[in-house]
């Protein structure tokens, strides 16, 4: 029986698990993936939250952590949308890198054929997704589209990959 919400902190023993579920939540705390949260639902995003409520949450956070909403539409089961990207003012770029990783380990998992996303937040540039794999997609006069292609070649290392499996493993002891 599948259970609605689940959280996964080893990821070897749950690679069918992660295959199978479409929504999910990446945490990093520290530069290292401390749990993958499953969700029966996407998450979907107001303007409320993203322009009001989420800059007075963020001004609040005190520590170095990031988390990552992604959904697996049901229309476009080979594409992962990175809908929602949590962060404070501590966060260091380390963390949000790790989550990055784990969210292309998790695509490479599902054999999809990209990421995508919008970015809303003028501080993030075209130059730093570039050194993250992103290139411009879908041009648009309201919205900074963005993929991640990976069309049966995954750009993360398996060496990373282990690592990040071996934090997450450990940091749930």
Not at 40 to 47: A, E, N, Q, T
Request: glycine share 4%.
């Amino acid at each position: 029986m599948t259970k609605l919400f689940e959280t996964i902190t080893n990821l070897p023993a749950s690679v069918l698990v992660l295959e199978k579920r479409r929504y999910g939540v990446i945490v990093a705390r520290r530069g290292r993936v401390i749990a993958v949260h499953l969700r029966p639902f996407p998450k979907l995003i107001s303007i409320v939250e993203a322009q009001v409520i989420e800059p007075w949450r963020r001004a609040r956070r005190t520590e170095d952590s990031c988390w990552i909403y992604y959904n697996q539409p049901r229309g476009h089961s080979r594409f992962l949308a990175l809908k929602y990207l949590v962060s404070g003012p501590k966060t260091r770029i380390g963390t949000i890198s790790a989550a990055l990783r784990q969210l292309d380990g998790i695509a490479e998992l599902k054999r999809v054929d990209a990421l995508l996303c919008d970015v809303t937040n003028a501080r993030i540039t075209s130059r730093l997704l570039a050194r993250e794999g992103w290139a411009p997609h879908a041009p648009s006069r309201w919205h900074r589209n963005y993929i991640k292609r990976f069309y049966g070649v995954y750009l993360i290392q398996p060496a990373a990959i282990d690592a990040d499996r071996h934090n997450l493993a450990a940091s749930a002891c």
